[in-house]
């Protein structure tokens, strides 16, 4: 992966373990993720030996945008166009990942060992990606300020 940029507007009905998009790329264990956990927000990204991460504190009920952008060794997070944190915070992984034969982004999934046991209690809108550009601060800014 080079780098690239997506930007959502996220949510929540209820305070859970949920993850708004998942990515993997085909014939790699690459991707990304954003996902809340009851108290935080994350975006994640995979590389097929890494993973990094960036979080923030996260309890709102409210719509907001979130962006996220990836060059290579740093990841940027965004809430209503203001970074929220950034960073290289990342694991090594610990096995190979899971493969995927085809590329996929998935869009609304809950994060527990029976996914059928309770309902997606988010509301998602605007996903947009941007496969090979990062998106500058003053970009991000400027998208949310078009809505």
Known sequence: ?????????LKLHSIDK?????????GTTEGFRLMSNYDFIRSQLFTNNETYWV???YTSTA???FCSTWIP???KFYK???LLNSGSNYGVNSGPG????DSKIILGTLMTDKPNSKTRDFALDEFIFWPQDV??????LALYNSY
């Open 73 to 75: 060794t740093s990841l």
């Open 98 to 101: 899971r493969t995927v034969g």
């Open 18 to 26: 949920y993850v708004m998009i998942s990515s993997r790329h085909k």
């Open 1 to 9: 992966m080079n780098g690239f940029s997506y930007c959502i507007w």
């Open 55 to 57: 979080e923030h504190p």
């Open 80 to 82: 209503n166009g203001i």
């Open 135 to 140: 998106l500058s601060d003053s970009e991000i």
């Open 63 to 65: 719509w907001n945008h």
